[in-house]
């Protein structure tokens, strides 16, 4: 695999960054994972602007747009990806180790793609979840590499069994370990509102716009454990797991433990969408 670090291109057995890279210390850095369909990067537009949005309030001074060279280059680099993914890192840049924000001339850059294997087995029947209380920061809107809670969350769902970790602030459920969530109640869709406590998917973003075209309503406001758990229908949202329907929370069924059939619709659309 040909990868991309800080304007050299080379293999990935020899790739390498600084042991001094802020990212490395202190997770200073934001990321992005952008699908790959037929070749093609989707909605590339709205994961560089998420990655700005997310590079301006960190201070790191950096224009993601002048990487679209770079992802359309590793794709001729890395030929014959079909379905797949590119990863995409960018870090305050290396320096001693200190508090504050020193003021670096380079950031650090790595990016890279990789064919997917895609896993149909949620897609088709559904996962399981579990609830994890939510302690992480307060700008969970900006994607940064400090994802431990996030993983150990992701560990306590597999330890139990289960596909998943819902998080909940109080009785406040907000999204996933790597997703964004909805509900489904009487017809309508209801998701935590963006904000602080979530990330703006993209995927999610995606599904509100389906939604509306095929008519169906979208409730953009805070609904508790209570109220997911007396839900009709459940899915998650994300690049990687798409739209993924859950029929099984805490051991308790969603609905009548069947993927739903606005869910079903919600994923039919969102595969027209990406031409698969």
């Known amino acids: 695999m040909i990868v991309y670090v800080n304007g050299q291109w080379m293999d990935d057995s020899t790739a390498s960054v600084s042991f001094q890279d802020r990212a490395f210390v202190f997770a200073d850095a934001v990321y992005e994972v952008v699908y790959i369909y037929k070749g093609t990067y989707f909605k590339m537009d709205l994961h560089l602007e998420r990655m700005q949005n997310g590079l301006d309030k960190l201070r790191i001074p950096f224009r993601a747009d002048d990487l679209r060279s770079v992802f359309d280059e590793l794709l001729q680099r890395n030929p014959g990806i079909e379905r797949g993914i590119l990863y995409v890192q960018v870090t305050r840049g290396a320096a001693p180790r200190a508090h504050g924000l020193p003021r670096l001339e380079q950031p650090t850059v790595v990016a890279y793609v990789k064919p997917l294997q895609y896993d149909s087995r949620i897609w088709d029947n559904g996962g399981r979840a579990v609830f994890v209380e939510d302690l992480r920061w307060h700008m969970c809107n900006i994607k940064t590499t400090g994802l431990l809670l996030n993983c150990m969350a992701k560990e306590t769902a597999l330890e139990r069994g289960c596909d998943d970790a819902i998080f909940h602030r109080g009785e406040i459920v907000t999204e996933a370990s790597a997703s964004n969530l909805f509900i489904v109640k009487d017809g309508n869709l209801v998701t935590h509102p963006n904000g602080p406590w979530i990330l703006p998917g993209i995927t999610r ?72």
Not at 224 to 235: I, N, P, R, S, V
Not at 243 to 250: G, N
């Open 205 to 276: 973003h995606v599904v509100i716009e389906l939604a509306g075209k095929i008519g169906i309503p979208v409730i953009e406001r805070p609904f508790t454990k209570d109220e997911l758990l007396a839900a009709d229908e459940l899915f998650l949202t994300g690049t990687t797991s798409e739209v993924a329907p859950y029929v099984e929370v805490e051991g308790q069924p969603i609905g009548n433990g069947q993927v739903g059939p606005i869910t079903r619709r919600i994923q039919k659309a969102f595969r027209q969408a990406t031409g698969m």
